[in-house]
C-alpha cells in the first residue's frame, strides 16, 4: 500500500468522465482497474489517496497518471468568470485530464466509434481476458496484431476490428510511432492519428488529448455538441467544425480540459 496527500483532485469524476475504460467503481466507493500495467484499487480518504495492489506503481507514475503536479488555476479560471460552466466547476472541482498509455489510448478510441462508455468498457474487459490472461491488463498492439479479425469480432468489437487489428499491426512493426505522435505539433499529431484506419477528427482529438496530453485538443463528439450549441450559439445547428474552431478562440492552450469539464457537465445533467 502507499497513501500520500492530494490536493484538488476528485477521483470519481476524473474516472468516471470517459476518459479511461479500465476501471470500475465499487460498492464502497474505491475503484479497481490497471494504472500502468499494475492492478490496484484507489480510494480517497479526506486529503490523502491510497493505493493498493499486490505489485504498485510508485507515487511518482501515479501522480503522473493523474496529472496531479499541474497547477489548474489557469482551468478554473476559465470556469469561474464564465456564468454557464461555473455549476460544472462547482460539482466537479477537481477533474482532471488522465495521462493513459498512448497505445491504450489510440485503441480504446478506436473502439469508441457509434460506441458508449457501458459498452467500451465491456471490450475492454474481453480484450483483456482473452488477450492477457495472466494479468488481465490491456493487450500490447503485438498481442492485438496476432489476433484474427474473426476473435476480435466475437469480444464485441464489430466492424471496429479490422481497424483496431491493422493499426495495432503497424504499431507493433514501426518502433517509434507513438514516440512520434508525441513530439510532434498538435497540428501534426492529428494528421498522424487521422491516417489510421477507422479515425477520424473526434475520435483523434480524444487519442491526443488523453494519450498525448494535447490539452489544445477538443473532441467533439454528441455531448459536446449538444452542450456547445446550447451555450454558446443560442441552440443554432453548427457543424463540429465550428465548434471546434469556437472553442480554440475561447479557451485556447486549455481548450482540452475546459472540454472535460462541459462533457462531464452535461452527461450528469449539471449544463
Known amino acids: 500500500m502507499i497513501r500520500f496527500s492530494v490536493l484538488d483532485f476528485n477521483l470519481q469524476a476524473t474516472l468516471e468522465s470517459g476518459q479511461v475504460f479500465g476501471f470500475e467503481r465499487l460498492p464502497d466507493a474505491s475503484f479497481r482497474g490497471f494504472l500502468r500495467g499494475k492492478k490496484v484499487t484507489l480510494r480517497r480518504e479526506g486529503e490523502t489517496l491510497v493505493v493498493q495492489g499486490r505489485t504498485l506503481p510508485s507515487e511518482r507514475q501515479v501522480r503522473e497518471y493523474f496529472d496531479l503536479d499541474r497547477d489548474l488555476s489557469p482551468v478554473y479560471a476559465h470556469l469561474e468568470t464564465d456564468a454557464v460552466l461555473k455549476p460544472a466547476l462547482e460539482k466537479f472541482r477537481g477533474l482532471r485530464l488522465i495521462q493513459q498509455d498512448p497505445w491504450e489510448a489510440l485503441a480504446c478510441f478506436i473502439l469508441s466509434s457509434n460506441n458508449n462508455v457501458k459498452r467500451i468498457q465491456g471490450i475492454w474487459r474481453n480484450l483483456s481476458a482473452k488477450l492477457s490472461p495472466g494479468t488481465n491488463a490491456f493487450p500490447a498492439a ?123 457537465g452535461a452527461r450528469n445533467g449539471i449544463l
Open 142 to 264: 503485438s498481442q492485438i496484431a496476432r489476433c484474427h479479425e474473426r476473435t476480435l469480432r466475437e469480444l464485441g468489437l464489430g466492424y471496429r476490428a479490422p481497424f483496431l487489428q491493422r493499426t495495432a499491426l503497424f504499431v507493433a512493426s514501426s518502433p517509434g510511432t507513438l514516440d512520434a505522435i508525441r513530439e510532434a505539433s498538435y497540428e501534426e499529431a492529428v494528421a498522424r492519428v487521422i491516417a489510421f484506419p477507422g479515425i477520424g477528427p473526434k475520435v483523434a482529438d480524444c487519442v491526443l488529448l488523453y494519450g498525448f496530453q494535447k490539452v489544445e485538443a477538443f473532441p467533439v463528439d454528441v455531448w459536446i455538441l449538444r452542450v456547445m450549441r446550447k451555450l454558446y450559439f443560442r441552440g443554432r445547428r453548427v457543424s463540429e467544425e465550428r465548434v471546434r474552431r469556437a472553442a480554440a478562440r475561447r479557451w485556447g492552450a486549455l481548450a482540452g480540459y475546459v472540454q472535460q469539464y462541459l462533457f462531464h
